[in-house]
Every structure is written in C-alpha cells, then in structure tokens.
C-alpha cells in the first residue's frame, strides 16, 4: 500500500511540475523509502520458526549475524529504487535542471538504503518472534536429566 501511494505521489503532475524544489524532491525521497522498507522487509516478514523443530546456535555460540543480509538488501534497495522511481516519474518536464534530474536519482537511492533498514529498527512479528524464540532453549544435561531455561544478554 505504502509502495502504491509512493508511486501516485511522485508521478502525479502536480508533484512533477510544481514551483516548490521542496515538493518535487519529496516524490523520490518516499518512493525510495517505501521500496527499501519494502525491500528490507520482505525478507524479515517471511516466517523464520519451523513448528516442528527450533534451531540450536552451535557450541561456540550463535555465529549467524544478521547484518550481512540487512546490508545487502540496503544496497540492492538502493541501487534498484531510482529505476523505480524513473519508471513511476516517467517522462520527465523540460524545466528541470541536469542537477535537478540527478538529485531525483540519488535522493530516490539515499532514502531506499535507509528504508530497507528500517524493519531491523521496527522489526515485523515474525521476525520478533523468532529472535525470542532463539533465547529459550530445552535440553539434556549430563547428569541424564533435562533443562529449559531462557537467556537474555545486556
């Protein structure tokens, strides 16, 4: 929904040929942040727990970050969010400057690697719940008896 009003907003032609620099750099700055929140949290989104079985970190500790994903869904948000924005714009008004077309480019990219970052800042539910689940953990001990018990790291 957000990509959608995003996309309206910038190729309205009462965005595209108003008075105000402002306005005009608006369009790209939202549909640039909606595609990277889009981006960035299609993959968070998606469910992370198996009902069947939960995942153990390893002996020497849970080595999966989740940077490395977060940063490369920030670049492939920004680098595809000014093809976005240059097909949703369309053909563009003969009073904009060369500068004024670049910025529309780079404020479209700028604004989709900080909104593909933005899930990790406001994490979807599944997300959530598979960090939560990833604290709690059952099982043997070496006495032949049985464990649970829930970590939490400050």
């Not at 929140?37 to 390893?58: F, I, M, Q, Y």
């Not at 563009?92 to 780079?106: A, G, K």
Request: proline share 7%; charged share 15%.
């Amino acid at each position: 929904m957000a990509d959608a009003a995003a996309v309206w907003f910038d190729s309205t032609d009462t965005v595209k040929v108003s008075g105000s620099l402002v306005l005009r750099m608006t369009g790209p700055v939202l549909l640039g942040l909606a595609w990277g929140a889009t981006v960035g949290g299609a993959w968070l989104a998606l469910p992370k727990c198996s009902p069947e079985w939960v995942d153990a970190p390893p002996r020497e500790g849970n080595v999966r970050e989740a940077w490395p994903l977060a940063l490369s869904l920030a670049i492939l948000a920004g680098a595809t969010a000014p093809i976005v924005n240059g097909i949703a714009v369309g053909d563009l008004p003969q009073s904009w400057t060369t500068f004024e077309r670049q910025m529309h480019l780079v404020a479209a990219g700028v604004a989709a690697f900080g909104g593909a970052l933005l899930p990790y800042l406001l994490p979807p539910r599944t997300w959530s719940a598979a960090r939560e689940i990833d604290h709690i953990r059952f099982g043997a001990d070496g006495r032949g008896g049985a464990f649970l018990r829930y970590e939490a790291k400050f």
